[in-house]
């Protein structure tokens, strides 16, 4: 009984409590919160393809995987948008290389899951937009040095990474295999299939980030073909574009990158911008290789960017900091603008202080001197 009572006085001592922090405001907003917030779930595709390859979604556990996918990308909207944003910007330049390189179009997603196409650098040290290791990069053509490393170059990565695709095509025969194998490795990937005794990526039980893999892909794939279908609404001129390149031949060596790009019109920012390759801010060039230099066409770039000064013939303040004598010029116009508005000129001054750039320091007074009134 005495047990009993105990929880009966917490009961009503807790309901007391809430009553206390729970007014009518509180009230209004909770309601306000649960007739207007709502979070959906989503209606699945009926069918999701990869490649050219089906994912078995009649199988609930892969629709639970792939369910899981499409809501972490739907939901994480700025990460999202910003893959619309830059699909636009880099996808034109990526999939031309797949095809010529007989690698699936689907792929471009896979670049968008590894880095957001951005030139990072993870933990691992896997680096660039199709996340390379050193190693895998100079097993695959690349230059990877203190001055040169191509993972940061989107065409020669682009095609190191259809290189590394074909040759685990070739041994799996599947392209869902074939990504995953690019997610953890092709004999790491051949001695989970050979130990399961499984022949299929959505057979297989994978580390955690494997077996989400391909899932993310599709779920980035199917939402980025059908923005609006999942609340996505961006305009063509929120889209990120590249603007028109054209191709320096580079075969010598240079001392300093900022003088080079001054020379091509462009800033060293510019240059390392569209060149992230180029890792230093010199190229001693010992072997004698040429390379080819992306550099924006005439026009779009300058070797600086001058200082564009706001200015208006509606006013033209000077402040005197010592006496905080602010000196008014061309007061014809606020004049006509306080007549209009029924106000003093000095009021108007003072009540468009921040509009009119006038700072004035506490505790002094504001002295107005007016000039042709």
Known sequence: MKRIALLIFIAITASFVFSVFQGPEDENHQTQFNDSYAIYALNQPEMIGFSGEKMPLDQSDIQERFDRELLVNTY?????????KKANKFFPVIEPILKEEGIPADFKYLALAESGLANIVSPSGATGFWQIMKATAKENGLIVNKE????????KSTKAACNYLNEAYEKFGSWTLAAASYNMGKSGLEKQMTRQQA???YDLLL???????VFRICAIKEILENPKTYGFHVREKDLYVLPPLQKVMLDTSVTNFADYAHQQNINYKILKEYNPWLRQAHLENKSGLAYWIDIPETGYYTSENKVQKLNSE???LSIEYDTLKIKVN???????VAEASGIELEELILQNIEVLDIKVKKGLELQLIKESI
């Open 76 to 84: 994480w909207q700025s990460q999202t948008i910003l893959f619309l």
């Open 148 to 155: 040169i490393d191509e993972r940061y170059h989107i065409e």
């Open 199 to 201: 022949g299929n990526y």
């Open 314 to 316: 509606s006013r033209s």
């Open 207 to 213: 580390n955690s980030e494997t077996a989400r893999y």
């Open 330 to 336: 061309k007061t014809d116009l606020l004049k006509n």
